[in-house]
């Protein structure tokens, strides 16, 4: 089930992308699944926005809503998507197609499966050049082959004659890059584009988005479950959890003053280079809320260690930071107020009595 929105007139005054109570969700046998469930955002033209979540927290849903490629069956989908100043939360995909590559465009997570294993690099780069651009096939090969060059990629008209195997997994996701930018779209979303990638890789593969974003004066949107890799690659953060958006903030501010639990929790659980080899990593206790079910209140309370009745009852806002309206946040007692510290100490007292 859908619910369609009419398509407005595109205008090029405002941001670029806006979001306003999107809902996405799934009809299956044990219930509706609220994968995204009320999600208001918004993307100014030629910044990057980070989204941050574990697994199962509706970050990738929120992208392949924003794209529309959803299910066709059992999908119910609420709210508004305004892309370029239109509507395009209810556009069918026959109407998207004329989006798709030419005004937005998405890096999958595994290359090895989003690319065609039977054509070539060369043809999968030009075909959207000859679809969208109406190229000949030699410019089309022409330009895949300076797409390839811009993405770094060696020996790039010997790779266009290559089969995608013959690749390793970093030039794979150079060349998904290099598609997804081949007809200059104004957005480009990410989704876990550095995952199946050793260290180095993703380094190279990040700061090659980012130079590619400035050079082309895009918009990035990053999904991706670790705020080390946005840290010094997006100019906003959004965490999200339980189908929701916990706290967004320009990306400085919220590192330095970050206020829901889950966000300092995920930050605890990046490994530093400072410990002691064989330190323990510290991990968020208990699992992921049910969708099907989520708890009542807070959706983070069962997890959260400064929880407490009122979190346990009642859902708790986005509402500003007093510092930076910029900075929101879902928090009943959040990181740094009286209540947390108190919290904090006791459970610590708690900990040294019981050693």
Known sequence: ????????????DGPLLELEGVRTHFQTPRGVVRAVDGV???????RALGIVGESGSGKTILSRSIMGLLPTRGTIRQGSIRFEGREIGGLSRRAMRDVWGKEM???????????????????????????????SRSDAWATA???MNDVRIPAA?????????????????????????????????????????DVTVQAQI????????????????????DLGVVAGHTDDIGVMYGGKLVEMAPTAELFANMKMPYTEALLQSIPKL???????????????????????????????????????EEEPP??????????????????????????????????EVAA
């Open 145 to 147: 082959e300076r797409l």
């Open 1 to 12: 089930m859908s619910i369609a929105i009419q398509a407005s007139t595109r205008t090029d």
């Open 274 to 312: 400072a410990d002691p080899s064989h330190t323990r990593l510290n991990v968020i206790a208990g699992r992921p809320p049910d969708l099907v079910n989520p708890p009542v209140g807070c959706r983070f309370s069962p997890r959260c260690p400064y929880a407490q009745d009122r979190c346990r």
């Open 318 to 351: 986005l509402i500003p930071t007093v510092e930076d309206p910029r900075h929101t946040y879902a928090c009943w007692y959040p990181v740094g107020s009286p209540a947390y510290h108190e919290t904090k100490a006791r459970r610590q007292r708690e900990a």
């Open 40 to 46: 208001s955002l918004t993307l100014e033209r030629g």
């Open 105 to 135: 465009a998405m890096i999958f997570q595994d290359p090895m499966t989003s690319l065609n294993p039977l054509m070539k690099i060369g043809a999968q780069i030009a075909e959207p050049l000859r679809i969208h651009l109406d190229m």
């Open 206 to 225: 990040l700061d090659l988005l980012g130079e590619q974003r400035r050079d082309r004066n895009m918009s990035l949107l990053l999904v991706t479950h």
């Open 157 to 197: 008209g010997r790779r266009l004659r290559q089969y995608p195997h013959e690749l390793s997994g970093g030039m794979r996701q150079r060349i998904m890059i290099a598609i997804a930018m081949a007809c200059g779209p104004t957005l480009l979303l990410a989704d876990e584009p550095t995952t199946a990638l």
